[in-house]
């Protein structure tokens, strides 16, 4: 196994201390990916990745980037959770990479949630 250089554990550390700023409060904008079992078994890391991936292009600073368990709603995996500030969360189902980069596009860098996507916005309301 190669050792590590000091230019290696540098690039981690830096990995490191940007993946803990995106989880820590104050952001404009947080992404749930929901990676129960049954949102993992149905494709959640690809739509994680898809989002760390749009994150990375965009260069934006104030976007959160959240996991939480299974949502309760397995035949609607793989999901996620878009909060802005100041709006009501919104939950989108079945989602796929093109799905995932159209609402980043439109909903976490616009602001316009991409109802055809949606469960519900907020708690109760369906789209």
């Not at 709006?87 to 995932?100: D, N």
């Amino acid at each position: 196994m190669a050792k590590l250089t000091i230019a290696d554990l540098k690039k981690i550390k830096e990995e490191y201390h940007a993946n803990q700023a995106l989880r820590e409060g104050g952001f404009r904008v947080k992404i749930t990916v929901h990676m129960g079992t049954c949102g993992i078994a149905a494709g959640a890391r690809t739509i994680m990745n898809t989002v760390m991936e749009e994150l990375a292009k965009s260069d934006k600073k104030d976007i959160a980037i959240t996991t939480s368990g299974c949502a309760g709603l397995c035949s609607q995996e793989p999901m996620a959770t878009i909060e802005l500030a100041g709006e009501p969360p919104v939950k989108y189902i079945a989602l796929t990479e093109e799905k995932m980069r159209r609402i980043f596009t439109e909903h976490v860098m616009s602001g316009k949630p991409v109802k055809e996507f949606a469960l519900v916005q907020g708690h109760e309301t369906t789209y």
